[in-house]
C-alpha cells in the first residue's frame, strides 16, 4: 500500500511581498486605505492591498514574481 502525502502550501504574509519589493528597489507611494502603490525607477508599478499581517493571495504573490522578473530585465 502506498501513502500519499499532502503538504499543505503556507501563503506568504502581505508583509514578505512588501519586503521583497523594497529590497528590489521599488518604492512605496502610499495609496488608499489597505492599498498600497509602488513604483520602481525603470517605471514599474504594482499595487498591493491587504493588511502586513493578512495572507497573501496567489494572484498577489504571481503579480510581485512578474514585477520583480520586470526589474531584473
Same mark, same amino acid.
Given at each position: 500500500? &502506498?501513502?500519499?502525502? !499532502? !503538504? /499543505?502550501?503556507?501563503? +506568504?504574509?502581505? %508583509? =514578505?511581498?512588501?519586503?521583497?519589493?523594497? +529590497?528590489?528597489? $521599488?518604492?512605496? #507611494?502610499?495609496?488608499?486605505? *489597505?492599498? #498600497?502603490? $509602488?513604483?520602481?525607477?525603470?517605471?514599474?508599478?504594482?499595487?498591493? *492591498?491587504? @493588511?502586513? *499581517?493578512?495572507?497573501?493571495? #496567489? !494572484?498577489? /504573490? %504571481? @503579480?510581485? =514574481?512578474?514585477?520583480? %522578473? /520586470? &526589474?531584473? %530585465?
Amino acid at each position: 500500500m &502506498v501513502l500519499i502525502q !499532502y !503538504y /499543505e502550501i503556507v501563503p +506568504k504574509k502581505i %508583509r =514578505e511581498l512588501v519586503q521583497a519589493l523594497k +529590497k528590489a528597489g $521599488f518604492a512605496d #507611494r502610499g495609496g488608499k486605505g *489597505s492599498h #498600497r502603490n $509602488f513604483t520602481h525607477p525603470c517605471g514599474a508599478k504594482i499595487t498591493l *492591498s491587504g @493588511s502586513v *499581517s493578512d495572507d497573501a493571495k #496567489r !494572484y498577489q /504573490e %504571481r @503579480s510581485v =514574481e512578474k514585477a520583480l %522578473r /520586470e &526589474v531584473k %530585465r
